[in-house]
DNA sequence: TTGTAGGCGTTATCAG
DNA sequence: CTGATAACGCCTACAA
């Protein structure tokens, strides 16, 4: 008899099953993974003792045996914006259809961190990961590579993902908005930008299709990330006194947005008129406040689902696409 | 040999690195866990082998065998909320910080499927739980039992919690949102609820106090959960034909309110002159939207941070408090 | 301070 | 369709 540990979970497991239903281990395990492999009668009988029992299976067992976690780690910079809780939420609810979970990651905009994170993720023998963002040090891919899980990237583009990749450019989305104002007739810009990558990416598509346009912007100090409702008020009060007669504005968010509109109306700056905003995002509370604001539409809920399908195909031995890029599209509004 | 797996992984394992740095497997593993105990000679001769492998330790290989996932599993409603985002994200943030990592599950305010999920986390062996709410079927809280672990429930409160909860309770907010209409002269009350659980508790808090005031309550169809800007804005519009000359309105969240204060503003109706309006749950928008809004302020990081700290604590073998009440106050801001 | 022995609970594999 | 056997990779317990 063994020689150690208490047992005083007095947790039942496989074996109490199988002898109290008269059968091997293997056979209750059929049960619960592949029933159809088990002639109905057994297979009544067992679930009816695993059920008096009250048997819980420990995946973690059988992870160690099947090297298979079914669980999947996912590392976003945080989750108090709808800009990476929208794509969790639909990763979390796509896989939990498919019986796996996920051991979820706050990277705070640590980028620097993001090595010791993943190593200490891939601890946990996930067979999938999702990342945000595609910039990674050699290190990293390194690393990710000799993990031989499937890995996607979100929310962000590169010619060169590590593997699988869900996203778009976020330069392209600076530059289609300085269209968007230039054929507005706008000739005065400026930029509300957050300091994380992807928000300065957006910032870099700006100016320089502005300059494209023969134009250039003007900028308060870059924001923290993530952004909020009082950076954007206090960003504009900042902007404030550069503004031209008729000034256009990329906000790296819709809070950032809304931010800039309530403070414009309180400083008696009118919107769209002297101050156009365009946001980034599409949140309810700039599709639901008054007046309405003009954003760059993304579906962040489809980038977590397709990341998940995309984990999944390839766990099931298929050969999704490696290189997926979502489309974003401007959506005008009252203050434009 | 081994007749089975191919090991294509070829994942270096602690055998590997105790082979190569010329010890045992214990010895590494306890380089990686108690390296006090061992010297500092062989502990660096070790740690430099496993840099150079490039070891990742198996934690489901190590859980296994110790029993101790190092995985706590929490279970929120949603986390397109800053009402839950914000506790999920203290809540790991802390739990990370101590080694543990989170499994994270999303109910979408199916109570009904609350056994289902918490026996597909148990299915992990998380050495913790984290619940959102205290109402639980006595097969869940004898699942729950059975579990041996800590359980903190939040975001509610009960005189008999599982295990350890930290809340609140919510028909005392809506009761003390009452009286401090009340104390403002109000006579007319209206009420724009959540139909989740804890949104209903308010309503009915603040129902019965009105009703000791000696006043009634209009309200409009319960509002899904969870309830966004628009629903304040429909709800508004429901509401509005049975406004009296002075209404006191409280919204089952700052966004609600921020929906209600947009519409009556579209409606010509005058805030808080004619309709004063507190939300729930003191949300950035409500902070800093124009006019701020009268609310009910829960700290919801502090709950997930004290949450995991006494998971910490008993999973260190201490006895935390099994109930603590957070503080809620109101904040009267412009729109009452 | 370091090592040896054995098992944690499950599943892949092969045999019947 | 069902069962016997041997790992999965690590750590507890004990010994030296």
Redesign the pocket.
Known sequence: ???????S?G????????AAA?????????????P????????ERVQATIDRLG??????????????SRMIAAIVPTIASPMFSDPVQAFTDTLDHAGYRVILALSNYNDAGEEALIRAMLTRRPDGLLLTGAQHTPRVQRLLRDAHIPVVEIWDATEQPVDMLVGFDHAEVGAAVADFFAAQGHTHFASLAAGDPRGLARRAGFVSQVARHGGTVIEAAALRAPSGIADGRHGLRELAPALGPRTALLCSSDLVAFGAVTEARQMGIAVPERLAICGFGDFDIGRNSEPPITTVSVDGAAMGRIAAENLLARMAGGSPPSRILVPFRIIPRATT
Chains 1, 2 share one sequence.
């Open positions: 008899m063994s020689t150690r540990r208490t047992g979970t947790a039942v497991k496989i074996t109490d099953v199988a008269g059968v091997a281990p293997m056979t209750v395990s059929r049960v619960l993974n592949t159809e492999r088990v002639s109905v009668e057994t297979r048997y819980v299976p420990n995946l973690i067992a059988g992870g160690l045996s099947s090297r298979r």
